[in-house]
């Protein structure tokens, strides 16, 4: 059974969660500030942690980054923050997912049952995947109908790719694909994205795939 702390301080959304989870064969805890999250994920071990931003005694973030100190649990943050930053700061802080209230039941299971099947999910089974009428081979470098990408839009879709479902900021993969001093070259990434749609997405112009969250990343919808 997949272990799940919902850390919030709005009593009807702890309550709507634990029950909705549970109904799904989910095993529920609840913590409603940071400190007390902390030491339940560190007694307890989750499986997944569903966080809100606005606590009252620690910001999320902060609970992001202590929980980020010794453990790769993924975290779906929920909050009612509409400002892109704060998104971006969480998933900079390793954040998996964002989820903003009000939040629809059916969209936040879908969120994690994407996140639990990642991180349940043999790395070798990742090596082949299909995009839309495209089977690409992670190990080979290889697309079927004789797609070729250059070496910057494998480093780029790989890391999509390898993250099904998963939000990916902008810092990161300007990070990993660029270096760190490319922080403000955000331009790239639109370039290399529109670039990868036009090989691999069915419609380019209307991708079901290759993903942009506005202001925050990219990600990959199997």
Request: no cysteine; net charge negative; aromatic share 6%.
């Amino acid at each position: 059974m997949t272990r799940v702390l919902v850390v919030d301080d709005e009593p009807q959304i702890l309550r709507a969660l634990r029950v909705n989870l549970a109904a799904r064969h989910y095993e529920v805890q609840v913590a409603t500030d940071g400190g007390t999250a902390l030491r339940q994920a560190a007694d307890w071990h989750p499986d997944l942690v569903i966080l809100d931003l606005g606590l009252p005694d620690l910001d999320g973030v902060e609970v992001i980054q202590g929980l980020r100190g010794w453990t790769s649990v993924p975290i779906i943050v929920l909050s009612g923050r509409s400002d892109s930053s704060d998104k971006v700061d969480a998933l900079d802080a390793g954040a998996d997912d964002y989820v903003t209230k009000p939040f629809g039941i059916d969209e936040l299971l879908a969120r994690i049952r994407a996140v639990t099947r990642r991180t349940s999910q043999p790395e070798e089974e990742l090596s082949s995947i299909r995009l839309g009428d495209r089977v690409i081979d992670l190990s080979t470098k290889t697309i079927s109908g004789g797609v070729r990408l250059t070496p910057t839009e494998w480093h780029f879709l790989e890391i999509l790719l390898r993250n099904p479902g998963k939000l990916i900021s902008q810092r990161q993969l300007l990070t990993e694909v660029w270096g760190a001093s490319y922080l403000k070259e955000t331009h790239y990434l639109r370039q290399y994205m529109a670039q990868l749609r036009r090989k691999l997405e069915r419609d380019p112009a209307h991708p079901v795939h290759l993903l942009t969250e506005p202001g925050m990343g990219y990600r990959f919808q199997p």
